[in-house]
C-alpha cells in the first residue's frame, strides 16, 4: 500500500518562523522500505509523525492507500509507529503491550493469545510474554515495539530512529533481523534515520531532506553515483571539496582536469567532491616534489585506514584505503606522495543575488 | 537531617556507601541532630497528645468521643473529605492533563495559579468565601432571596476546604505526568485507542502513584484545615464544627481530656495516612525494583503532622 504526501508545508509557532517541513512531496512505493534521510533538523520525523498523524501539516496533503487521510485522526489512520524511545508501556507486560491495539479493536480471548505468540515469534522473542519492559535490553524493546505495531495489521509501517538508541553492534544486527522481517511481512515501510549507511542498506529508496526539504529522492545508488547538489554529495559517504574555477571547460582537482557541467562559463567559481575511496596514493614517480602530497597521518579503523594528506595548495584531503593496500604501498607519515583522483562530482557554484 | 534522608530512600534503592562524604564522627552528630529534631518537634507533641487524652483511662476517652457533637463533627469532617477529595482529583487528574499534554495561551498563568492556595493564609482563604457569598458579599443578596446558606453552613465548609486542598493533588499529577512526558499516550493514539482509553488505560495506571500520594495528602490536609474553616463555619455546634474546630471549642472549655481525645482522632489518621503510604510504596517496590520506576517518596510525616498545627494546643 502506498504513502504519499504532497506539498506539505509544517511550522511550529508563528508564520514567520521557518518552515520545519517546507513543500515536501513524496511517494513511497508499496511493499519497500524508503529511508527519510537526512541531518538533525531536516524535518525528517515531523514529517514521520505527520503521516502518522502525530502532526497536522499546515498546508499539503497526507495519501495512505490512495486515500486522502490529511484529516483523519492516528486513531484512525492504522498504522504502525515505532518510537526511537519505543514508547513500550510500562505497566504491562510484553504480552499486553503487544495485545493493546488489538483489544482496543474489540477483540479478546483465544484469538488475541495465538498472535500475540505469533508475533513474538517473529519478533524472536518466545516466552518473553510475561516480562515487563524494564527486564528487557535496548534491542529486546525495540522488537516488542515493532510487535506491537504490527499486531494491528498495519497498512503501512512507520518507523522513527528505531534503532538510534542502540550500540553499534545491536544496531548492525537488528538492521539485518529489520530486512529478513521484512521480506517475510511485505509491509510498506518508512525509515527515518540520520545513519546514511542504514538508509543505503535498508532501503529501495532514499528521500534525503535538508532544512526540511527533499534534497534529492531516489535510489541508494542514484544518490551516491549521481547527486543532485553540493549537500547530496558531501553528506552521502563524505566528500574532500576542492574549490577552483572553470579552466578551459574543465576543472583542475589536484592534478586531473575532470570535465565541468555544460553550459559552466570561463572562470566561473566550481566545487569538486571527491568521496575517500575515488581517490588513489601512490608513490612519486619523478615529479617535481612541488607538486606532491604529504601524508600528515595514518587513522586505523579495523579493516581500512583512513590517510591525511596535506595538498601543496594547503588542502588537506582523506583518502580512504584497505590495509592490504596501505602495506603495499608502505608509506609512514611526513612521506611525499602523489593524489590520483578517480573519479569526481563537480558542480558550478550558484550565485543568487 | 541525614536520619530523614535514610528515610526517604530506604523504600526505593538500597544505597551504597559511598566514599563521598562526611567522616563517621560527623555522621554520628548529624544523626543525633536530626533525631533529636524529630523528637522535640513530632514524637513529643504526639505522645502528649495521646498522654493527655487517656490521662484519665480509656474510660472518660471512649465517653469523650461518644459526645453527640463529636459525633457529629466526625460525620461533618468525613462528609466534607468526602466531597472535597473526589473534586480535587477530577480537577487535578483534568489540570495535570491539559497542562503536560497542550500548549495553550496562559498556561503557565495556570501552573502558577494551582499554587494559589498554599501561598494564602489559610484564613484568608476562609474570607474570599465570606466575602463572596456572606449576608454582605456579592451574592450575598441573591443567595438570601432564594433562601441558599453557604457561609455559617455545611456549603461553605466544603468549599474551603476544596479550596485550601486543591493544589494538593494537581500537583503531584502534574509533576508525575510532565516528567514522563506523552510517548505512550501518542503509541496508544497510533495503536487506535481513544482519548478515555488512553486516560484509562495508559495516563492512570503510569501516574498512580503520584495520584496515590497526592490523594492521601489531600485527604489528611481536608480533615485537618482549621482556619479557612473556622471563618466560614461559625462554629454552631453539632451542625458546622468540624474535628479541629471541635477541639478548640473543648480546650477553650477547659475539657482538656475530650480536646484530646479528638486530638488523638487526627494523630491517628496522620499516622494512618503515613501507614497507608508507606505500605503503597512497599507493594509498588516489590514489583517496581526491577523496573526502574521510583515511587514517589518524601516524607508524609511532617507535613500530615503540619496540617495540624494551631490545632493541638
Known amino acids: ?353 | 537531617m541525614s536520619g530523614v534522608l535514610t528515610q526517604r530512600t530506604g523504600g526505593n534503592a538500597r544505597r551504597r556507601d559511598t566514599r563521598v562524604g562526611e567522616s563517621a564522627v560527623t555522621r554520628a552528630i548529624l544523626t543525633a541532630i536530626a533525631l533529636l529534631f524529630l523528637a522535640v518537634f513530632l514524637v513529643a507533641p504526639i505522645v502528649t497528645v495521646f498522654g493527655a487524652a487517656f490521662s484519665k483511662g480509656v474510660g472518660p476517652y471512649w465517653d469523650a468521643l461518644h459526645q453527640d457533637e463529636t459525633l457529629d463533627a466526625i460525620r461533618l469532617t468525613l462528609l466534607t473529605a468526602g466531597i472535597a477529595v473526589p473534586l480535587n482529583v477530577v480537577f487535578g487528574i483534568a489540570a495535570a492533563w491539559l497542562i503536560s499534554k497542550y500548549d495553550f495561551w496562559g498556561k503557565s498563568a495556570l501552573v502558577t495559579l494551582v499554587d494559589l492556595p498554599f501561598s494564602v493564609s489559610p484564613v484568608i482563604s476562609g474570607l474570599i468565601f465570606v466575602l463572596l457569598f456572606g449576608a454582605h458579599g456579592w451574592f450575598g443578596p441573591y443567595l438570601s432571596e432564594h433562601d441558599i446558606k453557604i457561609i455559617f453552613a455545611v456549603p461553605g465548609i466544603v468549599m474551603a476546604t476544596t479550596f485550601v486542598t486543591f493544589p494538593l493533588v494537581a500537583r503531584e499529577v502534574i509533576a508525575v505526568m510532565q516528567a514522563q512526558g506523552s510517548d505512550e499516550e501518542e503509541a496508544a493514539l497510533t495503536l487506535g485507542a481513544s482519548g478515555w482509553q488512553i486516560l484509562l488505560r495508559i495516563t492512570l495506571p503510569k501516574v498512580r502513584w503520584g495520584l496515590i500520594y497526592g490523594i492521601i495528602l489531600c485527604n489528611a490536609r481536608a480533615m485537618g484545615e482549621f482556619g479557612a474553616v473556622s471563618v466560614v463555619s461559625g462554629h454552631v455546634r453539632g451542625l458546622t464544627n468540624t474535628l479541629p474546630l471541635q477541639v478548640e471549642i473543648l480546650y477553650n472549655e477547659y475539657n482538656f481530656v475530650g480536646a484530646f481525645a479528638v486530638a488523638s482522632l487526627l494523630c491517628a489518621l496522620a499516622l494512618l495516612t503515613l501507614v497507608v503510604k508507606k505500605v503503597a510504596e512497599w507493594s509498588v517496590s516489590a514489583r517496581d525494583a526491577r523496573r526502574a520506576a521510583s515511587p514517589h517518596a518524601k516524607s508524609v510525616a511532617v507535613e500530615a503532622c503540619s496540617s495540624f498545627e494551631g490545632v493541638v494546643p
Open chain 1, 1 to 353: 500500500m502506498t504513502v504519499r504526501v504532497s506539498n506539505v508545508v509544517k511550522r511550529f509557532g508563528a508564520d514567520t518562523d521557518a518552515a520545519a517541513v517546507n513543500d515536501v512531496s513524496f511517494e513511497a512505493k508499496p511493499g519497500a522500505i524508503t529511508s527519510l534521510l537526512g541531518p538533525s533538523g531536516s524535518g525528517k520525523s515531523t514529517l514521520l509523525r505527520m503521516i502518522a498523524g502525530l502532526e497536522v501539516p499546515n498546508s499539503g496533503r497526507v495519501f495512505i492507500d490512495g486515500t486522502d487521510a490529511t484529516e483523519r485522526s492516528p486513531q484512525h489512520r492504522n498504522v504502525g509507529f515505532v518510537f526511537q524511545s519505543y514508547a513500550l508501556f510500562k505497566h504491562m507486560t510484553v504480552a499486553d503491550n503487544i495485545a493493546f491495539g488489538m483489544k482496543i479493536r474489540g477483540l479478546r480471548g483465544a484469538a488475541v493469545q495465538k498472535r500475540v505468540t505469533e508475533l513474538l515469534g517473529l519478533v524472536q522473542l518466545p516466552g518473553y510474554g510475561s516480562r515487563f519492559p524494564a527486564q528487557l535490553s535496548g534491542g529486546q524493546r525495540q522488537r516488542v515495539a515493532l510487535a506491537r505495531a504490527l499486531a494491528i495489521e498495519p497498512k503501512v509501517l512507520l518507523l522513527d530512529e528505531p534503532f538510534g538508541a542502540l550500540d553499534t553492534q545491536v544496531r548492525l544486527e537488528l538492521r539485518e533481523w529489520l530486512l529478513s522481517l521484512h521480506e517475510q511481512t511485505g509491509i510498506t515501510t518508512l525509515l527515518v534515520t540520520h545513519d546514511q549507511e542504514e538508509a543505503l542498506e535498508l532501503s529501495e529508496h532514499i528521500v534525503l531532506l535538508n532544512e526540511g526539504r527533499v534534497a534529492q529522492a531516489g535510489s541508494p545508488h542514484d544518490l551516491y553515483d549521481h547527486p543532485a547538489n553540493e549537500f547530496v554529495a558531501s553528506f552521502l559517504g563524505g566528500a574532500n571539496v576542492f574549490k577552483g574555477r572553470v579552466k578551459n571547460g574543465a576543472a583542475q582537482v589536484g592534478s586531473q582536469s575532470i570535465p565541468a557541467p555544460s553550459g559552466a562559463r570561463e572562470g566561473t567559481p566550481l566545487q569538486a567532491f571527491v568521496r575517500p575511496h575515488n581517490i588513489r596514493v601512490r608513490k612519486p614517480t619523478g615529479q617535481n616534489p612541488v607538486d606532491l602530497g604529504k601524508i600528515e597521518r595514518l587513522t586505523r579503523v579495523g579493516g581500512y585506514v583512513k590517510v591525511y594528506v596535506s595538498l601543496p595548495t594547503g588542502e588537506s584531503i582523506t583518502v580512504q584505503m584497505s590495509k592490504t593496500d596501505l602495506d603495499e604501498l608502505a608509506v609512514e607519515p611526513g612521506d611525499p606522495v602523489a593524489v590520483d583522483v578517480v573519479d569526481a562530482k563537480v558542480f558550478v557554484q550558484s550565485y543568487s543575488i
